[in-house]
């Protein structure tokens, strides 16, 4: 191809400055969606559980195993899970976008109604989840507005036939599978 037969792009194109379209162009890309998850100690010295819901999660390498998410640096809860000893990342079924929305929510209400899964160390799962993954910190990289977190996974379940909730557009999906055409 010569440069000749390129087309210069239009006028269109937004200032990355403009947070707004800049929101609007990540949305564009779809994401799964995980519980990030453990045990920790209150002030009192007393367990509770902590956790989120992070949609900016990627897996990273097989050796080491590792996975990342992005976690806003206002985040009053990533300081209380990065300190674990064990972390549980759940990634969402299909059919759980009401428990997603719960763990993006309130701390306070984040565990409501749920009957989590926990290992010895500390990491907590979501039930019937897609795929489970015990983790430990490996590493943080600021980021801007956000740090990327890179976690180790130690140990993992996982059911491929369970469908993963996807967040695309600010809004949850689900996945077609579609047949190649070749």
């Known amino acids: 191809m010569s440069l000749e037969s390129v087309v210069p792009v239009a006028d269109d194109l937004s200032p990355a400055t403009d947070s707004t379209m800049l929101k609007r162009a990540f949305s564009c890309f779809p994401s799964g969606v995980v519980a990030v998850c453990c045990r920790v100690t209150d002030a009192d010295g007393s367990p509770e559980l902590a956790g989120m819901a ?4 990627t897996t ?9 998410l992005c976690v806003q640096n206002t985040s009053t809860t990533w300081p209380r899970l990065r300190s674990a000893p064990s972390i549980g990342v759940s990634v969402f079924a299909s059919d759980q976008s009401a428990l997603c929305r719960q763990l993006a929510g309130p ?6 109604g749920i009957t989590p899964l926990a290992t010895d160390d500390g990491a907590v799962f979501i039930p019937d989840t897609a795929a489970t993954l015990s983790c430990s910190l490996f590493h943080e990289i600021p980021a801007g507005d956000h740090t990327v977190v890179l976690l180790r996974i130690e140990a993992l379940h996982c059911d491929p036939g369970v469908e993963p909730l996807v967040f695309h557009a600010s809004t949850f999906r689900a996945l077609e599978a579609r047949r190649d055409a070749s």
């Open 54 to 57: 992070a949609s900016a999660f």
């Open 60 to 68: 990273v390498s097989l050796d080491p195993p590792l996975v990342s």
């Open 107 to 112: 701390a306070e209400d984040r565990f409501a």
